[in-house]
């Protein structure tokens, strides 16, 4: 698979395109408008070559930070009718530590230019700023000064304790690691407190997303 796409690559080059990034999925590049009929006819002949069908799609911008978090806008409707079809890789959404407040802060900046903080402190779904983390059997958790369960959901707040790994063993001396470099909340049950009452440290996250 990566031979057959490196065989297209190889024919979009002789065409002058840009290539922007190529991995097991697929290749993304940028061609001027005039080439769109010989590019088709090179995929044509790397099909024919390959009995395989490529799909393509063009997008009207790609916004990448590296080959595994981008985001591409490309015409199309989306469930939500929005007329731009956002499609989007990482970025922070498959990752428990970074919360989903920060990706969507992200991405409505430069799709609409709407500044970040201002973004995340009108977000009111609590749900969008949690993270998460668990530890194996062999460590313990531990929230001001009190052992807690090993898997928790919690969120930065102004007005809140580190999550303190710990580990004690047998003959070994007792040590402590912070899982979190900032104050946070515990949140393991979703209840109705309003988000103004949860001392959200929204400059934690207005600082990780403008990063």
């Known amino acids: 698979g990566q031979l057959i796409l490196l065989m297209l690559v190889d024919r979009l080059l002789a065409l002058n395109c840009k290539i922007v990034q190529i991995n097991t999925d697929g290749v993304v590049y940028i061609a001027d408008k005039s080439a769109r009929f ?13 009995q395989l069908t490529f799909e393509s799609d063009d997008y009207e911008s790609f916004y990448q930070y590296d080959v595994n978090n981008y985001f591409g806008v490309r015409k199309g409707y989306s469930q939500s009718g929005d007329p ?7 970025i922070g959404l498959n990752n428990s530590m970074t ?23 009108k ?19 531990e929230y001001g000064g009190k052992q ?24 070994e001396s007792r040590s402590e690691t912070k899982i979190t470099e ?3 909340r515990l949140l393991n049950k979703i209840d109705a407190t309003p988000i103004e009452k949860r001392h959200l440290d929204y400059q934690y996250y207005i600082s990780k997303a403008k990063k």
Request: no cysteine; aromatic share 12%.
């Open 123 to 141: 977000d009111r779904d609590i749900r969008d700023f949690l993270m998460s983390q668990s530890v194996n059997k062999e460590s313990k958790v």
């Open 38 to 50: 010989a590019i088709a006819d090179a995929i044509k002949e790397v099909e024919q070559l390959t």
């Open 99 to 121: 919360p989903v407040v920060i990706s969507k802060a992200v991405i409505n900046y430069f799709l609409n230019n709407e500044p970040i903080d201002k973004f995340i402190k």
């Open 148 to 171: 807690i369960q090993r898997i928790n959901r919690y969120y930065a707040s102004s007005s809140g304790y580190y999550l303190i790994r710990i580990k004690d063993k047998m003959y």
């Open 84 to 90: 731009r079809l956002i499609e989007k890789k990482g």
């Open 182 to 184: 900032y104050g946070v």
